[in-house]
């Protein structure tokens, strides 16, 4: 494989990943919550 086209390769992952994390933190913000989460009590090993 060419060395440039290596670095390119290499250093585009570098870029592309932080934006997919802040652009996936950034959709996960705005939703809200209409109805209450139900805390159910049940008893068990798993409690």
Do not use: H, Q
């Amino acid at each position: 494989m060419n060395i440039y086209l290596f670095w390119i390769l290499f250093l585009s992952l570098w870029a592309i990943v932080p934006l997919m994390i802040i652009k996936g933190r950034t959709e996960e913000s705005p939703k809200a919550k209409t109805s209450p989460e139900i805390k159910s009590k049940r008893k068990g090993w798993f409690n």
